[in-house]
C-alpha cells in the first residue's frame, strides 16, 4: 500500500532498477541525512501530530454512538480533513495529480486512525508515513507520481489500492474486538479530564 504507482513498477520489472540513493561522497551522504530528516519532521511527524495525535483525540471525544460508531466516524473525519490538507497542493501541482493525491490521502489517513486507535500511538503511523514518502519520489526523474499529470495506469492503481484500504479499515472496525480501541478511547477520554488531589 506504501509504495507510489511508480515503485511498483519498477520493483515488478526487469532487471529491477530499484534504488534508494545515489551517494558519491560524504557531502551526499550529509544532504541526503539532512533530506531524510527534514522530511520526516516537518511532513511525516508533523502531519501524523495534527491529524493522528490532535485531531484524532478531540473528534474521539466529541463524537457520540457505541464504540465501533465512534471509531467509524473518528476515523472517516480525521481522513477527510487529511485529504483536504492535500488539497492544497493546487497551487503547484496539475488538478488530477492533486485530485489522486487527497483521494489516497483519504485512504490513508483512515488506514493509519484506525493503526493510531487500535494500538494507541502515532509512532508507528510516523514510521510508515516517513517510509512512503521518502520512497514515494522517483529517483530517476526526482518526481513524486502526483507532481506530473498522471497516467492511466497511475490512476487505476491509486483509485484500486484507496479501494482496498477503505475495505480493509471497515473490515478492522467491524471484525476486529473493540477491546484495544475501548483501551485507547478510554485512555483519551482519562487524558483530557483534570485529576484533583485530595488532601
Known amino acids: 500500500m506504501g509504495l507510489s504507482a511508480g515503485s511498483w513498477s ?37 502531519e501524523e501530530l495534527i491529524f493522528r495525535y490532535l485531531f484524532l483525540s478531540q473528534i474521539l471525544n466529541m463524537v457520540t454512538g457505541t464504540p465501533k460508531v465512534k471509531i467509524l466516524k473518528s476515523v472517516l473525519l480525521t481522513a477527510f480533513l487529511f485529504a483536504l490538507w492535500h488539497l492544497q497542493n493546487f497551487t503547484y501541482q496539475p488538478v488530477l495529480g492533486t485530485i489522486m493525491q487527497a483521494t489516497a490521502a483519504f485512504a490513508m489517513g483512515m488506514a493509519f486512525a484506525i493503526i493510531c ?4 500511538t502515532i509512532w508507528i503511523t510516523v ?19 502526483f507532481s506530473v499529470e498522471p497516467s492511466a495506469f497511475t490512476i487505476e492503481f491509486i483509485l484500486i489500492t484507496t479501494a482496498i484500504q477503505i475495505v480493509v479499515v471497515l473490515l478492522a472496525i467491524y471484525l476486529v474486538k473493540t477491546a484495544s480501541f475501548e483501551q485507547t478511547i478510554r485512555e483519551n477520554r482519562l487524558a483530557r479530564q483534570p485529576h484533583f488531589a485530595l488532601d
Open 10 to 46: 519498477r520493483l515488478f520489472s526487469l532487471p529491477m532498477t530499484f534504488k534508494l540513493v545515489s551517494v558519491s561522497d560524504m557531502k551526499g551522504v550529509l544532504l541526503t541525512g539532512v533530506y531524510i530528516a527534514f522530511t520526516v519532521l516537518t511532513v511525516c511527524f508533523k
Open 117 to 120: 486507535l487500535y494500538t494507541g
Open 127 to 145: 514510521i510508515m508515513h516517513s517510509i512512503f514518502d521518502l520512497f514515494m519520489v522517483d529517483n530517476v526523474s526526482n518526481q513524486s507520481p
